[in-house]
Every structure is written in structure tokens, then in C-alpha cells.
């Protein structure tokens, strides 16, 4: 099958979750790959609460859906339509339905439908309603008794769709049974709500996951029920973990909001997902300009994708290289409300110009962070409160010869005309060459007691930042008394 071109009708697809939960990572992957496909056609990106189940839908989880949408970045054209607000429309449809003779009204009894369900098993076979109501005469119904209404599906030939991704799919219609379109109680069914809302919605193209087949090849016909055109269909394979077991929360089947606390940007998350299924040739990393361009469900495979933190974290290391340093200090101003009992927090960089130094520490910050997270815990130091506390590692680096070194430095440092990190390398190599010590061997104390950590950004870097009176006062701390 070929796409849309670019200069074709600019199509209209939509994201659709129910909410019953957070917003999970393969439904994130989902919402992009509509969106990218929408935004790189002139189409428009839809978005639909599924929130007919009423006992389980809630308000937080809509709005975690939201905020995770908004997190990634993924704007929506128009307000979010709730499916629920439309059921007078979808029982209208099923109306329609039973009077044109395409559907009809089932009296099958609870203990009927579990005899029918006891014999399936025992014979082995998957379970098909045949109603008998599908052709018995209304008359006969039973009065005051409470019915459903059931769609007539053909019972003859073949369901055939033909989708972008899985190809040609063949449903034999004896296998597919007369499915309720509306209950008992006058509420829509799901296959039902999802066709009247995708085809007044205008949907154009239905991009979800493969676990929606089957109900494709019933939706289609209610489609064709009704005698509306059916929608182009993409249905993408699942995400697994990297041992290709299901995806489970060890695996990274987590909130959206929990990839944001642990420090992943928005531009890699989008660009690790798009590539879950997807690819462009050997290309890895790709902007999302790129993915919008590029973007097409023809690219999507059929083997379901394998999620690997690892290669995440690779990705998203690079992003933050690639990001400009004020916009770091943004995304941390954003996210320390998040994190909880860090060493680091907004209070504490709204404290003697903490954001100011932040910026100016970034640029050797980001070097070396995969995560926002393991940046804030870089530089923590900057914060940190005098005595610095000592980590494992920095405590045996300030041994006494070390301490000796550092009261040998606090009055040659003091006397230094101006406080730069070049300056502050200069003078410190020239001390090194004086006194025949390795540089190695002055640096390495000199970072514990400036950061409390054997490892840090440069550390004449650290000195520039932290300032003259701040770098001494903590240098002087651990020298020789």
C-alpha cells in the first residue's frame, strides 16, 4: 500500500485514550506517531477521551493524560471530545441501525449465554454468539423483558483489512459474531462509539496499536453498516522489553511523568519512541523536524519493538550536550518541584544567585549527565552548605598530605589578581612544577573539598563558579590546621 503524499488531501487522525491510568509509554508512542503524521502532512492531530466506562474513568487520570501529552510536546487541534458526552449520538446510530434491518434486538438471557459459553468449552472451540433472535420475528419478544442491541454481521465470506503495517488481514465472517452495539441499559459499546466518533470526527487514517485488529475487522462493518468509508488503517506492533518479554515497569512500562522525573528530555523521549518501530534508514538520532518530514506509518515493521533503557539514556545524553544551557536551567527550574529530597532545590538556587552559577556551571555540568537528574546531582555542589559533607571516595582523597597541600594553596590563591578559570590553572600548574608534585595530585583534593565528590566538572571550572570567597572558605576548610 502506498501513504498520503505530502501534497496529497492533508489527513485527520486522532489519539484516543481511556482514562483509566496514566498516560503509559506505548500509548505515548502512539500519540506521536499520529502526531507526526498529521504534522508533517498539514493534517490535523485529534485528540478523544474514551471515558464511557464511568466507574472507571476518573478526572486525574484526564488530566494526566494531558499533562503528559503536553509534556512530550504533542499540541492537539480543537478541545479534547469526551466520548461519554456523545451517547445520545451513538444510540441514535444504533437506531439507525435496527431500522434499516443491520441490527437487531437480542433477549439472550444470562443463563443462555452462559450455557452457550459452558459448551464452547467443552468442545474446545472459541466462543461465537448465534443468537436466535437475529431472525426471529420481533413479535415474539418477550414483553418487559430487557434486550441489546446486536449488529447483523455477515455470516458468509470474508472481513478483509487492509492495513499499513500488518499487510492484508483475512477475518473468515464465521468467526465473527453478532456484537452488541448497544446494551441493555441504552449504553453504547465500544466498537460502536469508536466508528460514530472516527467517522463525525472526520478520521481519515487510524493509527493505534496491533492488540486492535479484531476489533477493526468488526468496526468495518459497522462501517459498512452505515454505508460510511472506512478510515485508511496502521496497526503497529507492541513494545516489549529489551528481553523481549511484555513490557512491565521494570521494563519502562511507566507514567510519562516518571520519564520527566528522572531527567529525560521531551526532544529524546520523542526521538527514542519514534524509533521503536520505526527507522530511516541507520539514522539514530533524529530531530523531530526530521521525524516530521520523514515520518510514515509504511516504515513502521511488524516485529514488536524492544524498549532498552540503556540506549535511552545514550540518546538523551546527547540531547542535553546539544541543548543550550539556558534552556537546561529552565527544565530544572521545571523539574526540581518534582524530585523529592534532593540535594538541590528551588530554594535553595533562589538563595545567593544559586540560577546565576547554574548557568555558568552548565557548560562543564552537561558534559558528562545522561539524565537532568544526574546534572542536578552535579551540581549539587554549588549549593551545598559549609562544612561540605564528604562522600566515601572524597574523604580518602583529603588524606594529610593532601590537607598539607591545600593550606600550602589557600594564601598563593588568595593572592591571585583575578579569580578565572584560566588564572586559577595557570597559577596551580606552576605550583605543581615548584613543588614536583603531580597536577593530579593538587586537583583531585582540591575537587573533594570544593564539591564533597571525587568526581565533578573541571574543577578550576568549579573554583570560577563557585567565586573567590566561597572556593577559599571551602578549601580552607580542609586544609591543614
Known amino acids: 500500500m502506498t501513504d498520503v503524499s505530502k501534497s496529497g488531501a492533508a489527513p485527520v487522525v486522532r489519539f484516543a485514550p481511556s482514562p483509566t491510568g496514566y498516560l503509559h509509554i506505548g500509548g505515548a508512542r502512539t500519540a506521536l506517531f499520529n502526531w507526526l503524521y498529521a504534522r508533517g502532512r498539514g493534517g490535523k492531530f485529534l485528540l478523544r477521551i474514551e471515558d464511557t466506562d464511568r466507574e472507571r474513568n476518573n478526572a486525574e487520570a484526564v488530566d494526566a493524560i494531558l499533562n503528559g501529552l503536553r509534556w512530550l510536546e504533542l499540541d492537539w487541534d480543537g478541545e479534547p471530545v469526551s466520548q461519554f458526552s456523545r451517547a445520545a449520538r451513538h444510540r441514535e446510530v444504533a437506531e439507525t441501525m435496527l431500522g434499516a434491518g443491520n441490527a437487531y434486538k437480542c433477549y439472550l438471557t444470562?443463563?443462555?449465554?452462559?450455557?452457550?459459553?459452558?459448551?464452547?468449552?467443552?468442545e474446545k472451540r472459541p466462543l461465537t454468539i448465534r443468537s436466535p433472535w437475529r431472525d426471529r420475528d420481533p413479535a415474539e419478544a418477550p414483553a418487559g423483558v430487557p434486550f441489546v442491541i446486536r449488529l447483523k454481521a455477515p455470516r458468509e465470506g470474508e472481513t478483509i483489512v487492509a492495513d499499513h503495517v500488518q499487510g492484508t488481514v483475512t477475518f473468515p465472517n464465521k468467526d465473527l459474531d453478532d456484537l452488541i452495539i448497544l446494551r441493555s441499559d441504552g449504553n453504547p459499546t465500544y466498537n460502536l462509539a469508536v466508528v460514530v466518533d472516527d467517522h463525525d470526527m472526520g478520521i481519515t487514517h487510524v493509527i493505534r496499536g496491533v492488540d486492535h485488529l479484531t476489533?477493526?475487522?468488526?468496526?468495518?462493518?459497522?462501517?459498512?453498516?452505515?454505508?460510511?468509508?472506512?478510515?485508511?488503517?496502521?496497526?503497529?506492533?507492541?513494545?516489549?522489553?529489551?528481553?523481549?518479554?511484555?513490557?512491565?515497569?521494570?521494563?519502562?512500562?511507566?507514567?510519562?511523568?516518571?520519564?520527566?522525573?528522572?531527567?529525560?528530555?521531551?526532544?529524546?523521549?520523542?526521538?527514542?519512541?519514534?524509533?521503536?518501530?520505526?527507522?530511516?534508514g541507520d539514522d539514530e538520532i533524529i530531530s523531530t523536524e526530521q521525524l516530521t518530514d520523514w515520518f510514515d506509518v509504511d516504515g513502521v515493521g511488524k516485529s514488536a519493538a524492544r524498549f532498552d533503557f540503556k540506549k535511552l539514556e545514550a540518546?538523551?545524553?546527547?540531547?542535553?550536550?546539544?541543548?543550550?544551557?539556558?534552556e537546561l536551567v529552565r527544565r530544572i527550574r521545571d523539574l526540581l518541584p518534582h524530585l523529592e529530597g534532593g540535594a538541590m532545590t528551588s530554594q535553595k538556587l533562589d538563595a545567593n544567585d544559586g540560577w546565576s552559577r547554574l548557568a555558568a556551571a552548565m557548560p562543564g555540568l552537561k558534559d558528562r549527565a545522561k539524565t537532568l537528574v544526574e546534572l542536578i546531582d552535579g551540581a549539587a555542589y554549588l549549593t551545598a552548605q559549609r562544612p561540605l559533607p564528604?562522600?566515601?571516595?572524597?574523604?580518602?582523597?583529603?588524606?594529610?598530605d593532601a590537607k598539607a597541600i591545600l593550606s600550602a594553596l589557600v594564601p598563593r590563591l588568595s593572592a591571585l589578581p583575578t579569580w578565572t578559570a584560566a588564572d586559577l590553572e595557570a597559577d596551580i600548574k606552576t605550583f605543581a612544577e615548584e613543588t614536583g608534585a603531580k597536577l593530579g595530585k593538587i586537583a583531585q583534593p582540591l575537587r573533594a573539598a570544593l564539591t564533597g565528590k571525587s568526581v565533578s566538572p573541571p574543577v578550576f571550572d568549579v573554583m570560577d563558579v563557585l567565586g573567590r570567597d566561597e572556593a577559599l572558605a571551602r578549601i580552607q576548610d580542609h586544609a591543614a590546621g
Not at 444470562?110 to 467443552?122: H, I
Not at 540518546?315 to 539556558?326: E, M, P, S, V
Open 110 to 122: 444470562r443463563e443462555e449465554l452462559d450455557a452457550m459459553r459452558a459448551a464452547a468449552e467443552a
Open 215 to 280: 476489533n477493526t475487522a468488526r468496526q468495518q462493518q459497522i462501517y459498512k453498516a452505515m454505508g460510511w468509508g472506512v478510515p485508511e488503517f496502521s496497526h503497529v506492533p507492541l513494545i516489549h522489553g529489551a528481553d523481549g518479554a511484555k513490557l512491565s515497569k521494570r521494563h519502562g512500562a511507566l507514567a510519562v511523568e516518571a520519564y520527566r522525573d528522572m531527567g529525560y528530555l521531551p526532544s529524546a523521549l520523542r526521538n527514542y519512541l519514534a524509533r521503536l518501530g520505526w527507522s530511516h
Open 315 to 326: 540518546l538523551n545524553g546527547h540531547y542535553i550536550r546539544a541543548t543550550d544551557d539556558a
Open 390 to 400: 564528604l562522600d566515601e571516595k572524597a574523604q580518602k582523597l583529603l588524606d594529610p
